[in-house]
Nanobody
Framework: QGQLVESGGGLVQPGDSLRLSCAAS????????MGWFRQAPGKEREFVAA????????YYEDYAKGRFIISRDNAKNTADLQMNSLKPEDTGVYYC?????????????????WGQGTRVTVSS
């Protein structure tokens, strides 16, 4: 049974950076698009970013453009999310996910695998 495990969350101040990592076990991430989603308290889960299986194309939600960078290392079976210039509204639980054959990477229901999430709190 395949699993995704996120790490790297924590408490940071506004303007700080944080790097989240996602490690897969039990299956290979080759040919899987990797996505990151987040869920703020009291809100629905929302799309953050996705990267195609070969790392060729990345997609970002508007609020993530210019601040966040998604990357992957298929040899290590991992995917990362570098988050810069963090704001209090970036607070939430961040989830990594994997999908094959999605038509819209921003739709959470398209994804096949999910991690348990890592909490990010941005506060002064």
């Amino acid at each position: 049974q395949g699993q995704l495990v996120e790490s790297g969350g924590g408490l940071v101040q506004p303007g700080d950076s944080l790097r989240l990592s996602c490690a897969a076990s039990g299956f290979s991430l080759d040919y899987y698009t990797m996505g990151w989603f987040r869920q703020a308290p009291g809100k629905e889960r929302e799309f953050v970013a996705a990267i195609e299986w070969n790392g060729g194309t990345a997609y970002y939600e508007d609020y993530a453009k210019g601040r966040f960078i998604i990357s992957r290392d298929n040899a290590k079976n991992t995917a990362d999310l570098q988050m810069n210039s963090l704001k209090p509204e970036d607070t939430g639980v961040y989830y990594c996910s994997a999908v094959q054959g999605a038509t819209d990477f921003s739709r959470s229901y398209e994804y096949d695998y999910w991690g348990q999430g890592t909490r990010v709190t941005v506060s002064s």
